[in-house]
């Protein structure tokens, strides 16, 4: 098993293990850190795919991973932020409502 | 020769320009100056879509035009390329643009979420040219993103419990779409070692991996245009957004997806789909027709009809799969399929738009959207009404609406490549969108007197906000989207013919 062979599988392990989180967990914060690992297992798969013919890697794949990390931050900030807002409005409802 | 330059050159001020109003109104942040920037920048980008528009089409080679940004060139750097079908999202975004910027500004004058919607707004903007102007594959992923993450900001920023949880379903949603997305750039990337649309189309050779692809690309773009099984997160997200950010998600934001999608399935790597799976997503789009009508009229909430209604609305585009592929055997964007298509779109987001400024007023001038509270509006609202009834015959299809000229041609594209079923459900789902419309028209014109009902009933009801005066310009941005309705009616040619380039000039 080569090197490249070995990232790529990692990649799309990666990948899946995030989808089926996604799809069987009910928090947010694990929907949100699922769809983070989905993320990192294709950047994965990319940096493997710049190496794939030889020695010197190339840096378009390098580019792209360095602006979906950029993308993966700022979603990931604005899903926590509405998380967070969600939480506080359903806490301030728990306050006035006794039954639940 | 000279024109050619200059619409080249005008390309990236569409994607630039917004960009840059976007950082200005979040620096300038008095209402004041904010108004000024709004208007005057929209009135900019307006005159530079209508130039760039008149310049391609006067071209009369009527090809794609490429502009490399930084001159590095397709394979390292990101090319701008317009061929017909961008032109005619581009204009209207342009359009569209303009009349909801002014809406907008009258709709968030006396409130201070503004302040939070303009970068927000011009950021989309944005996004939607780069997206349809960019011929890199990957730079669409960046575009996809820009989108998805205004369009979600946009619905939170209704700050209620049911929009904040719209938003971030549709944010969540929206990463998934474009997830799978990058997943089908990468393996591109892998086989064709290039990120630039055309070379990807030039070196196509129907492979594995090409096949890998467009199912991931598929997959993730049906999510995102909200097909039918995969529409649960569309309604909610429409519904709680403010007015003028519901008008431009159904009327341009799901049209992105469909755009990027339609490109891919029928220009770049159009040698990897099949017939059947055309055949597929056409069942799909025929159910979303009739689902999302019916649904439609049992929603209780105007603005959930509406939404209900972009899930119908969007099966009709569905239909160009399976009418495209089977009627040129081969699977090109061409033939009149594709022509309804492009026409469906501009149609429909027109009529939309229209109807959901219309309905917003309704709900703004009654103080709530429940529909039973609309009994007796066309009293108080008869020109909000009207707008309401020219959008909703649009979509229902009935002659002098742009409606019906794309549900003709969808209709004759139907019998043409010899499929008549589809077109069965074409008219079954023309109906039940004249139920649905006619239910609330019926309503609005029933007369409230005779009831025992108050006729502003603050006591036994709680109102979402308090009834209150319209101010002219929302009534007046929504009488011009009905009225462009009604002109693309009767002017259908203009963009059948900006239409046409697609298909004899493409970019293949």
Known sequence: MNTLLMYSVTGVGLFAIGLLGLIISSHIMRKILSINIMGVGIFMLLIAFAKQNGEIADPLPHAMVLTGIVIAAAGTALALNLMVRLYDMQQKNRGSLDDR | ?508
């Open chain 2, 1 to 508: 020769m000279i024109d050619n330059l200059n619409i080249a050159t005008l390309l990236p001020l569409i994607v630039f320009v917004p960009l840059l109003v976007a950082l200005l109104v979040f620096l300038v942040n008095q209402e004041k100056w904010q108004k000024i920037i709004n208007i005057g920048f929209a009135l900019l980008q307006f005159t530079i879509v209508i130039t760039i528009t008149l310049l391609f089409l006067k071209a009369n080679i009527l090809q794609s035009q490429r502009y490399q940004i930084g001159n590095w060139g397709a394979p390292l750097g990101i090319d701008l390329v317009v061929d017909g079908f961008s032109i005619v999202m581009v204009s209207l975004t342009g359009l569209l643009t303009l009349i909801l910027t002014l809406y907008s500004t009258a709709y968030f004058s006396e409130s201070s979420k503004g302040v939070r919607f303009w970068p927000l707004w011009w950021l989309l903007i944005s996004g939607l040219n780069a997206l349809f102007v960019s011929n890199d594959a990957f730079n669409i992923y960046v575009a996809l993103e820009i989108i998805g993450l205004a369009a979600a900001a946009l619905v939170a920023l209704q700050s209620t419990r049911e929009a904040l949880e719209a938003a971030l379903r549709y944010l969540l949603v929206g990463l998934l779409g474009s997830l799978f997305y990058l997943m089908a750039i990468a393996i591109l990337y892998r086989s064709h070692g290039t990120l630039d649309l055309i070379q990807i189309a030039e070196s196509t050779d129907h492979q594995l991996p090409d096949q890998i692809a467009i199912i991931f690309i598929t997959a993730g773009l049906l999510l995102k245009i909200a097909l039918f099984p995969l529409h649960f997160w569309l309604p909610p997200a429409h519904a709680n957004a403010p007015t003028p950010v519901s008008a431009i998600l159904s009327a341009l934001v799901v049209k992105a997806s469909l755009y990027v999608l339609i490109k891919f399935w029928f220009e770049v790597l159009n040698e990897s789909t099949t017939v059947d799976a055309s055949q597929f997503i056409g069942y799909l789009g025929a159910t979303a027709i009739l689902y999302g009508s019916w649904k439609a009229f049992q929603a209780t909430h105007l603005k959930v009809v509406i939404a209900y209604s972009t899930v119908a609305q969007l099966g009709y585009i569905f239909l160009l799969f399976p009418l495209s592929e089977q009627a040129a055997n081969t699977g090109t964007f061409t033939g009149s399929a594709s022509q309804a298509a492009i026409y469906f779109i501009v149609a429909h987001a027109c009529a939309k738009a229209a109807m959901f400024l219309s309905a917003g007023n309704l709900i703004l001038s009654q103080g709530s959207g429940e529909i039973s509270q609309l009994k007796g509006i066309a009293r108080r609202q008869p020109v909000n009404l009207f707008v309401f009834a020219i959008a909703g015959v649009s979509l229902i299809g009935l002659p002098p609406s742009a409606g019906f000229i794309a549900k003709w041609l969808l209709l004759t594209a139907s019998i043409e490549s010899g499929q008549w079923w589809w077109s069965i459900v074409i008219l079954l789902g023309g109906l039940m969108a004249a139920m649905y419309i006619a239910k609330i028209l019926h309503l609005a014109f029933t007369n409230v007197e005779n009831n025992i009902a108050p006729h502003y009933p603050e006591d036994n009801y709680i109102l979402d906000t308090q009834p209150q005066a319209i101010h002219w310009i929302l009534t007046a941005t929504a009488i011009v989207l009905a009225l462009t309705t009604l002109a693309l009616g009767i002017n259908a040619e203009f963009i059948l013919n900006m239409a046409n380039p697609t298909l004899t000039g493409s970019t293949l």
